[in-house]
């Protein structure tokens, strides 16, 4: 009987080491499958800087360095990596459990055949010397989003993109810094040709090609305009064939991967007496003792799981002489903050002429209505982490509870209304003669057309029971730009050598509108400003209404 006991004890310790030994191991394989690394070369061995490494179906990049090594921290669930780079054939790779993985590109003579529109030329791939990144719109689509920004997310090197996170936010996109003389850091979009100050209102959908242009030469023909580097979209357009209709629909959801730690009402209130020379010796007041049980956990309160639906409809087709693309798009997205949310309405409709032999039209015509609810989601952010923890968030009457020191109740603040609409027309066409075989002449004339409008309302209950007056704003904005190019090209080839030349004028003529107006409101339950004292209504005067016109001819 004694043997058997003793037996027994001493198993179980060794059943236990063998358990800790294989999930130290299992653990350890986990965390080394978090991480992937490698070297990218050529058939002749020699590495490949630069190359774009894509972890397939998310937005998870890298670019290898000058020696072709890179590193990629994996996210869950996609099981192959894309390797892919100017000249080169893409390359997939199934991830199988492997912690390092090298690829070997081979070169691909057609992509270096591919025509690219810089300026107001036609230039082959492999004549452009400067530092040109491009995006394809399978690699787009790859990555399902929201706005046309996030498809170059994580896919072209050196360029960084900036967002709150926010539904509807606009994204900040860095290429080579702060350059211009404005003080700006965006680059320059082109949009088939056409200048735009930003992309907010294209359908992801609708983007057949981005080349990004990183260098100052290659982008020299924009000027001061494309000093921050320059952004060229080529939209899809239709084919010959018979008609196809499209549909595609996405649905997905968003949460916080994690809780954000802040301190306690306990580590508050230890951190206030530290800074206020307090000896801690264990003991505490009746007070502290009391506040020390009782925090509010705001993260909860406000957050909520953020569902996103998108659908495209898109028909296409024509022969020879003339085709046709249009597309339908709708996306509604709602934020993790409550009350939150972003919708917006696409059509864009491109028509291609072939009239004659040497003359050749075009239009497209993008329409776009969106509209955007609720706050700034890093500023809801940024009040919770300064948020005293042992503030209630209610009255006893049941009011929303105002913090000392100017600090506004995050949740309170979830329920003023803050809405902005966007009504977007951009209208472009062209028309391209060949005069001779060698000589073109083209002209287009561009219109980009914005008005929107926007409605922010403070109810009493919310944001300020102390003062009885709820407060509104409106401001209306009209913005409106016409582009008008002429320009000829001529380009000869002798054996190996080529001559072009090329002459042009271009007119673009800025005008911009805004009114503003706020008001204090007798009733709170109604939002209109005939619900105000006409001694309560303030127009604002000197930069808050004006009208401004700017021509420029180059």
């Known amino acids: 009987m004694m043997k058997q006991k003793l037996k027994k004890q001493n198993t179980i310790?060794?059943?236990?080491?063998?358990?800790?030994?294989?999930?130290?191991?299992?653990?350890?394989?986990?965390?080394?499958?978090?991480?992937?690394?490698?070297?990218?070369?050529?058939?002749?061995?020699?590495?490949?800087?630069?190359?774009?490494?894509?972890?397939?179906?998310?937005?998870?990049?890298?670019?290898?360095?000058?020696?072709?090594?890179?590193?990629?921290?994996?996210?869950?669930?996609?099981?192959?990596?894309?390797?892919?780079?100017?000249?080169?054939?893409?390359?997939?790779?199934?991830?199988?459990g492997k912690t390092v993985i090298n690829a070997t590109l081979e070169e691909n003579a057609q992509s270096l055949d591919e025509?690219?529109?810089?300026?107001?030329?036609?230039?082959?791939?492999?004549?452009?010397?400067?530092?040109?990144?491009?995006?394809?719109?399978?690699?787009?689509?790859?990555?399902?989003?929201?706005?046309?920004?996030?498809?170059?997310?994580?896919?072209?090197?050196?360029?960084?993109?900036?967002?709150?996170?926010?539904?509807?936010?606009?994204?900040?996109?860095?290429?080579?810094?702060?350059?211009?003389?404005?003080?700006?850091?965006?680059?320059?979009?082109?949009?088939?040709?056409q200048q735009l100050e930003d992309i907010d209102n294209l359908n992801p959908d609708d983007i057949e090609s981005m080349e990004v242009i990183k260098d100052g030469a290659t982008g020299a023909i924009y000027g001061t305009n494309g000093a921050n580097g320059v952004i060229l979209i080529t939209t899809k357009k239709g084919k010959p064939g018979d008609l196809k209709v499209n549909i595609s629909s996405i649905s997905g959801i968003s949460q916080l991967v994690g809780d954000i730690r802040v301190a306690n009402t306990r580590q508050r209130l230890r951190y206030e007496r530290l800074k206020a020379g307090a000896v801690i010796t264990g003991f505490e007041s009746d007070t502290l003792g009391i506040l020390r049980n009782y925090s509010w956990d705001l993260q909860k309160l406000i957050t909520r799981p953020a569902i996103r639906q998108q659908i495209n409809v898109a028909i296409t087709g024509g022969n020879d002489k003339a085709k046709f693309y249009w597309n339908n798009g709708f996306l509604n997205e709602d934020g993790i903050v409550m009350n939150s949310n972003f919708r917006r309405l696409t059509s864009n409709i491109k028509l291609d002429l072939n009239l004659s032999k040497n003359l050749t039209m075009?239009?497209?015509?993008?329409?776009?209505?969106?509209?955007?609810?609720?706050?700034?989601?890093?500023?809801?952010?940024?009040?919770?982490?300064?948020?005293?923890?042992?503030?209630?968030?209610?009255?006893?009457?049941?009011?929303?509870?105002?913090?000392?020191?100017?600090?506004?109740?995050?949740?309170?603040?979830?329920?003023?209304?803050?809405?902005?609409?966007?009504?977007?027309?951009?209208?472009?066409?062209?028309?391209?003669?060949?005069?001779?075989?060698?000589?073109?002449?083209?002209?287009?004339?561009?219109?980009?057309?914005?008005?929107?409008?926007?409605?922010?309302?403070?109810?009493?209950?919310?944001?300020?029971?102390?003062?009885?007056?709820?407060?509104?704003?409106?401001?209306?904005?009209?913005?409106?730009?016409?582009?008008?190019?002429?320009?000829?090209?001529?380009?000869?080839?002798?054996?190996?050598?080529?001559?072009?030349?090329?002459?042009?004028?271009?007119?673009?003529?800025?005008?911009?509108?805004?009114f503003d107006i706020r008001a204090n409101f007798n009733n709170e339950y109604v939002e209109t400003f005939g619900n105000t004292d006409p001694l309560n209504i303030v127009i604002l005067n000197g930069t808050d209404n004006y009208r401004n016109r700017y021509r420029r001819l180059g």
Do not use: C
């Open 13 to 96: 310790p060794g059943l236990v080491l063998l358990l800790l030994m294989f999930f130290s191991s299992f653990s350890a394989s986990l965390v080394a499958q978090e991480r992937i690394t490698g070297v990218v070369k050529d058939v002749s061995g020699a590495p490949i800087p630069g190359v774009n490494v894509l972890q397939k179906g998310t937005l998870k990049g890298t670019a290898t360095d000058f020696d072709g090594n890179y590193s990629i921290k994996l996210v869950p669930g996609q099981k192959k990596l894309v390797f892919s780079f100017i000249g080169f054939k893409t390359q997939e790779i199934s991830i199988g």
């Open 115 to 193: 025509v690219v529109i810089i300026g107001y030329a036609a230039v082959s791939r492999e004549k452009v010397l400067g530092s040109l990144g491009t995006v394809k719109a399978e690699s787009i689509e790859q990555a399902t989003p929201v706005s046309a920004l996030e498809g170059i997310q994580g896919k072209v090197s050196g360029v960084q993109i900036l967002t709150n996170g926010g539904p509807g936010e606009g994204l900040d996109i860095r290429i080579r810094g702060t350059s211009t003389f404005e003080g700006g850091v965006n680059p320059l979009y082109v949009v088939d040709g």
């Open 362 to 514: 075009g239009t497209r015509v993008n329409l776009t209505f969106d509209e955007k609810n609720g706050l700034d989601e890093a500023q809801v952010f940024v009040q919770l982490v300064e948020r005293i923890p042992y503030f209630p968030v209610f009255e006893p009457d049941g009011s929303y509870a105002q913090e000392f020191g100017g600090r506004q109740n995050p949740l309170a603040e979830t329920l003023a209304t803050r809405t902005n609409r966007n009504y977007r027309a951009q209208i472009f066409s062209y028309a391209q003669l060949q005069i001779l075989p060698k000589l073109t002449f083209k002209a287009t004339l561009g219109i980009n057309y914005n008005f929107s409008k926007y409605n922010n309302f403070n109810p009493i209950i919310t944001l300020n029971p102390a003062t009885p007056i709820a407060t509104g704003q409106e401001r209306f904005t009209n913005n409106s730009d016409l582009q008008q190019e002429s320009f000829i090209n001529y380009k000869n080839k002798w054996g190996k050598h080529t001559f072009g030349a090329f002459a042009g004028m271009q007119t673009q003529v800025w005008n911009s509108e805004r």
